[in-house]
Every structure is written in structure tokens, then in C-alpha cells.
């Protein structure tokens, strides 16, 4: 079994920063990929950032040049650092990991969510 823990989120004024970090911990062999998602009310959960093993990084238009997301290999960890943050970047941020328990046995996972809510 593997767990993905939060934190970060919480209450900002438009144009500030927030850094969420997410850390996945148990039964690990392999950590192919980790990344962002979020889920604004109403609205469908939608990519936001992701990075796999060999350093390949992928951002949703709606956040190039104002998020940056890292990953801590040894850690099992990765960050998503927000800069001019937007009242529409308010939602709940989930982390998302895919993990190898074993050579050739692997799943996704998930998060439980962290709120950003971006607001004067």
C-alpha cells in the first residue's frame, strides 16, 4: 500500500504564492511519475503539472510561466511551487504518483487534496 500526503494549500491574495509538497511513502520499489491535478467546484479534476522518472516536465497552458513543479527523487516527494496566483487557480489540488511495488507490478494513486482558494 502506498500513501501520497499533502500540504501547502490554503488562503491567498491574487498574486501571491503558495508551494504545495506532496510525499508518497510505503510500500515503494519505483516512483515512474508524480504530478499535480485540481478540481474547481463544478468542474472536472484537470492536469496541471507533471513530471515523470527521466525529467520530462508537462504544465496545462493556463499555468506556464507562473507554476514550477520539482520533484525530490530521494525523498519520494514533489513540489509545485505558484507564483501570481489567479482567483480562477482556486480549487483543490490533488497529487498523483505512479508507483512500481515490484519489477513489474505497478499503480496509480492519489492524493486526499489540499484547498487553494486565491481571493481578496
Known amino acids: 500500500q502506498v500513501q501520497l500526503v499533502e500540504s501547502g494549500g490554503g488562503l491567498v491574495q491574487p498574486g501571491g504564492s503558495l508551494r504545495l509538497s506532496c510525499a508518497a511513502s510505503?510500500?515503494?520499489?519505483?516512483?515512474?511519475?508524480m504530478g499535480w491535478y485540481r478540481q474547481a467546484p463544478g468542474k472536472e479534476r484537470e492536469l496541471v503539472a507533471t513530471?515523470?522518472?527521466?525529467?520530462?516536465?508537462n504544465y496545462a497552458d493556463s499555468v506556464k510561466g507562473r507554476f514550477t513543479i520539482s520533484r525530490d527523487n530521494a525523498k519520494n516527494m514533489v513540489h509545485l511551487q505558484m507564483s501570481s496566483l489567479k482567483p480562477e487557480d482556486t480549487a483543490d489540488y490533488y497529487c498523483?504518483?505512479?508507483?512500481?511495488?515490484?519489477?513489474?507490478?505497478?499503480?496509480?494513486?492519489w492524493g486526499q487534496g489540499t484547498p487553494v482558494t486565491v481571493s481578496s
Open positions: 498523483n504518483a505512479y508507483i512500481y511495488h515490484s519489477q513489474t507490478k505497478w499503480d496509480s494513486y
Open positions: 510505503g510500500s515503494i520499489f519505483r516512483v515512474i511519475a
Open positions: 513530471t515523470n522518472a527521466g525529467g520530462a516536465i
